[in-house]
């Protein structure tokens, strides 16, 4: 155990120093273009119309894919730093706040903030998404929001988007649940600029650090709409965003959907579209964006039609409330976040529930940097997939060894309620799963 933590902290310090060191390549160069189990009682519920009493939840209480700590940086991850390895100025131009900005937050708060409440995003639907029409009545929409240390300009940007591009009768309610943040302005401020929503936004603040797999089960206790949807702190939804997800939950309360995650770039906040791809993971239960099989976009509708997909990244989709309920919410011994998405994932589509990536909604993410603290993460991560593996991988937990042979002795606390919970819901094989909804996986079996 001890071993496997020392090789964990000395990832993290590695991957910490990298950081570092490209951030100062950065801020060197500079960018040259314009400078520019038990009961949980949440704390105090607050709402916009009045003050509540802290309320008392019984029983159990749930970001874009999570940034994976000790994962290689990705061909995408590259082309995200060629920016800071290309541009040239002289680095005492570079303001303090903007190097400030980058270690706080993980991304550049001077344009955050310069970018105001609301701005104008492009419209990356494909242009057959704008011929569709959406039943006059869909489910109502309870949007769940989780933060800890977010930069207010990103969270009140995501707030007020949702508010601009949201139909007010689909909009039961958004729940922002501050996770035990430190920063002022997360306090006070944030209350006074939350007035102008008065009446549709509920503020939930936790007495103590949950992490954001309780902190989201904390918020779901307390909507009131037929459907739970789960936004990050730093996103920006776009036109139409909502309507597709909700008109496909109406159609079948088993479907748990997604939209495709635009990406918002965190040195210079532009807003960019992403291709139609769908969630997957390896043995090592990394998720990643896999290529859309060919057979998934035939046909007239092709480049629109809902994408089955493995996996979620986790920070963005929408579920039945009553349907979250039943399959048994999130593992509340699980802890931060990490694995959480892949658990859920596999839980639905073995308990007999279906996924999908629609590409007529589109909603904007910042890929920032995780601010956390690394071994406090390592340790999560692992906890967290190691009772994924021991519930849901059933003989194939093996193939998860064979990659990580490290954590096989690691604790993983006790499973009994999720292992009853499986028996309970009548859930399929993982052999099923990965002959009927991700055979590729099992095609890669043995393989590092």
């Known amino acids: 155990m001890r071993h496997v933590i020392a090789q964990f902290l000395l990832c993290g310090s590695l991957i910490f120093g990298t950081w570092t060191a490209l951030l100062c390549v950065y801020f060197y160069h500079d960018h040259g273009s314009d400078g520019q189990t038990d009961s949980r009682e949440p704390t105090s519920v607050w709402t916009l119309e ?36 290309k541009s040239g100025k002289d680095a005492q131009s570079v303001k303090p706040e903007l190097l400030h900005g980058f270690i706080k937050y993980g991304f550049n708060t001077m344009i955050s903030k310069s970018l105001g409440k609301v701005r104008p995003v492009p419209d990356t639907r494909n242009k057959m998404c704008r011929q569709k029409r959406y039943p006059a009545k869909l489910p109502t929409a309870s949007v769940v929001i989780c933060f800890h240390n977010e930069e207010f300009n990103a969270l009140f940007r995501t707030v007020s988007s949702i508010m601009h591009f949201t139909p007010h009768q689909l909009l039961e309610e958004i729940i922002l649940v501050d996770d035990m943040s430190k920063f002022d302005d997360l306090k006070e401020k944030l209350d006074y600029h939350l007035e102008k929503f008065r009446g549709k936004v509920k503020l939930i603040r936790n007495r103590r650090r949950e992490g954001l797999v309780r ?23 776009n036109r139409v965003w909502l309507e597709p997800l909700l008109d496909a939950i109406a159609q079948d309360r088993r479907t748990v959907v997604c939209p495709i995650i635009d ?20 043995w090592h239960l990394q998720f990643k964006w896999d290529n859309v099989l060919s057979y998934e976009v ?17 920070g963005i989709f929408a579920i039945n409330r009553h349907y979250f309920n ?94 009853e919970l499986r028996k309970r819901l009548g859930c399929k094989s ?19």
């Open 430 to 448: 993982f052999q099923w799963y990965l002959d009927t909804v991700f055979p590729e996986l099992e095609a890669s079996k043995g393989n590092p």
């Open 326 to 419: 039943e399959i048994g919410q999130y593992d509340k011994d699980m802890n931060l976040w990490g694995g959480e998405n892949l658990e859920l994932s596999l839980r639905i589509w073995m308990c007999g529930g279906q996924l999908f990536i629609l590409p007529c909604s589109r909603v904007g993410h910042i890929v920032k940097r995780s601010t956390e603290n690394h071994t406090d993460v390592f340790r999560a991560l692992t906890h967290n997939n190691l009772r994924l593996v021991h519930v849901w991988l059933d003989q194939y937990k093996e193939q998860f060894f064979l990659h990580m042979p490290g954590l096989k002795s690691v604790p993983y606390g006790n499973i009994s309620e999720r292992v």
């Open 298 to 314: 035939d046909g007239l509708e092709g480049p629109i039609r809902p994408i089955r997909s493995p996996a979620m990244a986790g």
């Open 263 to 282: 990406v918002i770039d965190p040195m210079t906040l532009e807003y960019t579209p992403s291709p139609v791809v769908r969630g997957a993971f390896d």
């Open 215 to 237: 902190a989201r089960m904390i918020g779901a206790a307390s909507a009131s709409g037929d459907v739970l949807m789960f936004v990050d702190s730093h996103c920006e939804v």
């Open 50 to 85: 009045k003050q509540l009493q802290p309320p008392i939840i019984h029983g159990p209480r749930q970001i874009p894919g999570h940034p994976v700590l000790a994962e290689r940086p990705s061909e995408n991850e590259s082309k995200e730093w060629s920016p800071i390895l």
